[in-house]
């Protein structure tokens, strides 16, 4: 059975930091996105991950305080996000795919998403 688990998420005062995991049991790890939805707004693309973990994407809004990585033995992914802002509050999920892009429709499977808060 195809399944990706995020974990990691909670409550950090802003410039705090947190990361997140996604594993996924049943297949391969290929493409990885992770996406956020804050309440009231379409769920948007983070980052994302090829398959062999050497190249990387971001959206703007994270670049510099958030990394992506994978570990292929543990066929997780990562995030950690560093330096955190009120308006990275959302549901975070994780989401496996075919393609290296951040659009939402292009991923087939996705986790139960984790909540990460931010706030003082």
């Known amino acids: 059975q195809l399944q990706l688990v995020e974990s990691g998420g909670g409550l950090v005062q802003p410039g705090g930091s947190l990361r997140l995991s996604c594993a996924a049991s049943g297949f391969t790890l290929g493409y990885i996105a992770w996406f956020r939805q804050a309440p009231g707004k379409e769920r948007e693309g983070v980052s994302l991950?090829?398959?062999?973990?050497?190249?990387?994407n971001y959206a703007d809004s994270v670049k510099g305080r958030f990394t992506i990585s994978k570990d292929h033995a543990k066929n997780t992914v990562y995030l950690q996000m560093n330096s955190l802002k009120p308006e990275d509050t959302a549901v975070y999920y994780c989401?496996?795919?075919?393609?290296?892009?951040?659009?939402?429709?292009?991923?087939?499977?996705w986790g139960q998403g984790t909540q990460v808060t931010v706030s003082s």
């Open positions: 991950i090829e398959s062999s973990g050497d190249i990387t």
């Open positions: 989401a496996a795919g075919n393609s290296f892009t951040l659009r939402v429709t292009s991923y087939m499977y």
